[in-house]
C-alpha cells in the first residue's frame, strides 16, 4: 500500500522560513510528478509548486522566488523549501503524488496535510 507522509510544518514570524518533506512509501516502481497543494480556510486547494521525475518545475505565480521544490527519486522524497513567508502562506499543505507506478496500478495519492502558521 502507497502512503505519503509529510513533516516540517508548524508556526513561523513573517519572513522566516520552513521547509517541508515528504515520503512515499510502498511497493513503488516510480513516481511521474510530485507537489504540494495547499488550502486555506474558507478557499479551495491550489497548487503551488510540482516537481516531474526528470526535474522540471512548476510555481504558482504567488510563490516564485519565494520557495524552491526539489526531489530525491530514489528515495521517493519531495522537499518544498519556503523562504519570506508571508501571512498570506498560511494553510494545510498537502503533498500529492501523481502517478505512481506499482505492480497493479497507476494512481494518484494524497498526503494527510501539514500546518503552515505565518504570524504578522
Known amino acids: 500500500q502507497v502512503q505519503l507522509v509529510e513533516s516540517g510544518g508548524g508556526l513561523v514570524q513573517a519572513g522566516g522560513s520552513l521547509r517541508l518533506s515528504c515520503a512515499a512509501s510502498?511497493?513503488?516502481?516510480?513516481?511521474?510528478?510530485m507537489g504540494w497543494w495547499r488550502q486555506a480556510p474558507g478557499k479551495q486547494r491550489e497548487l503551488v509548486a510540482t516537481i516531474a521525475s526528470g526535474g522540471s518545475t512548476n510555481y504558482a505565480d504567488s510563490v516564485k522566488g519565494r520557495f524552491t521544490i526539489s526531489r530525491v527519486n530514489a528515495k521517493n522524497t519531495v522537499y518544498l523549501q519556503m523562504n519570506s513567508l508571508k501571512p498570506e502562506d498560511t494553510a494545510v499543505y498537502y503533498c500529492k503524488a501523481v502517478g505512481v507506478l506499482t505492480a497493479l496500478s497507476r494512481s494518484d495519492y494524497w498526503g494527510q496535510g501539514t500546518q503552515v502558521t505565518v504570524s504578522s
Open positions: 510502498g511497493p513503488i516502481f516510480s513516481i511521474n510528478v
